[in-house]
């Protein structure tokens, strides 16, 4: 086992520099570029992100053809934070509707010839997908504003990360994903404090767990 893989192989037959390159992924990017009127190949940062797209448009879609869908655990979290981070690295590119209509069938049409089942099962794939961008964009939409709000206060005061409570009240009060946080945190060159971010939530899950104690047992005594 060489580890070489068929992607490897494909970029080496095609001519390509890497593996964003080849015929199975690079629609997507051009998909992506064409919508955002961005330019691959221009500028570095802006590759990047539609590295990001091509790569966890196609790797979304492979998983919820294996019917994983989007939740806060195991497979379904690694779903939901691919498909989020396509989605956000879409509105930096400065495209704000919704992409994954635009994408995922792209993505499809390369996929299909070797994974057919994925076209059979395609109208529960893409309402799952659209679903949950439609979810995200409005909890972005609150969020980025807070957390601007937020960093902008961290600079003036002359401080270098946002506080573990900030980032809790982000994701309690907003729902704003504490990967999302810590991801425009570095773009602005701060750092979140995340050791009190995870003291908070531990202590909101004792909380809840001792509510739901309480209540069964006030169930029980009536």
Same mark, same amino acid.
């Given at each position: ?8 192989? #494909? ?21 992506? &570029? ?5 330019? %691959? ?20 879609? =492979?998983? =919820? ?11 379904? %979290?690694? $779903?939901?934070?691919? $498909?989020?981070?396509?989605?956000? &690295? =879409?509105? /930096? ?9 635009? /994408? ?8 299909? #010839?070797? %994974? ?14 659209? #679903? ?18 937020? @960093? ?9 990360? $946002? ?27 701060? &750092? ?6 995870? &003291?908070? =939530? ?9 509510? @739901? ?10």
């Amino acid at each position: 086992d060489t580890g070489m893989g068929l992607e490897r192989v #494909a970029y080496l037959l095609q001519g390509k520099g890497n593996l964003y390159e080849i015929d199975e992924v690079f629609p997507v990017i051009e998909k992506a &570029s064409e919508v955002s009127g961005r330019t %691959y190949g221009k500028d570095h940062a802006d590759d990047v992100r539609f590295r990001v797209i091509a790569d966890h448009v196609r790797s979304g879609l =492979m998983l =919820m053809g294996d019917g994983v869908t989007p939740g806060n655990e195991a497979r379904g %979290y690694v $779903l939901r934070r691919l $498909l989020r981070r396509a989605v956000r &690295s =879409m509105r /930096l590119l400065g495209f704000e509707d919704p992409a994954l209509p635009l /994408l995922l069938p792209v993505s499809l049409e390369r996929m299909k #010839a070797s %994974y057919p089942e994925l076209e059979a099962d395609f109208p529960r794939i893409e309402q799952i997908a659209y #679903a949950e961008e439609e979810a995200f964009r409005q909890t972005l939409g609150k969020g980025t504003q807070i957390f601007e709000s937020a @960093a902008v206060k961290v600079k003036e005061s002359g401080g270098s990360g $946002l506080s573990g409570e900030a980032a809790f009240t982000l994701h309690d009060t907003y729902g704003f994903p504490i990967d999302i946080t810590l991801e425009m945190a570095a773009e602005k060159g701060l &750092s979140v404090d995340e050791e009190g971010f995870r &003291s908070l =939530m531990a202590e909101q899950r004792s909380r809840a767990k001792a509510d @739901a104690k309480a209540k069964k047992g006030s169930h029980a005594d009536t």
